[in-house]
């Protein structure tokens, strides 16, 4: 007698209960998915909604987005130019940007002044014309008797 592997018949729901139970599990894991990405989205809307008053590394988060949103800032920060950076950040309004969210910490002028700059020389290693680095990397007025 010969054996014939085709001659049983397969049981027809063994191959259905395991297309089934992969199926149950892409929805499962579809489901996790979403509400993370929902999740996600939820608290992205509430940190806008309030920024106004949140700073990345004491940048405002409004002036975060519109030097993300200028290519040639973006370029220049990240092929480390900080002269072609600090000049475009002064053509966007940048820097008076930041001394209105600051202003009403900061009254004094010149501290408002130096606040900004060294703000700016912590994310961007600029050392604006006015101001040198001490030893422990504070930006200092080069004449202090002309303080801004």
Do not use: C
Not at 31 to 58: D, K, M, P
Not at 81 to 86: D, E, I, S
Not at 130 to 143: E, P, Q, T
């Amino acid at each position: 007698m010969k054996f014939d592997p085709y001659s049983k018949r397969r049981q027809p729901g063994k191959f259905q209960n395991r297309a089934s139970s992969r199926r149950k599990a892409q929805k499962v894991v579809l489901l996790i998915y979403l509400s993370v990405v929902f999740s996600i989205s939820i608290g992205g809307i509430l940190l806008l909604s309030n920024a106004q008053n949140v700073t990345i590394g004491g940048v405002p988060v409004p002036i975060l987005f519109s030097f993300w949103q200028d290519k040639t800032a973006r370029n220049a920060y990240f092929n480390g130019h900080g002269k072609k950076l600090h000049d475009r950040l002064g053509q966007m309004g940048i820097e008076e940007r930041m001394k209105d969210y600051y202003r009403t910490q900061i009254s004094d002028e010149a501290q408002l002044d130096q606040h900004i700059h060294q703000i700016l020389y912590n994310r961007t290693g600029y050392v604006g014309e006015a101001y040198k680095v001490n030893s422990r990397g504070v930006l200092v007025l080069k004449n202090p008797e002309n303080s801004l």
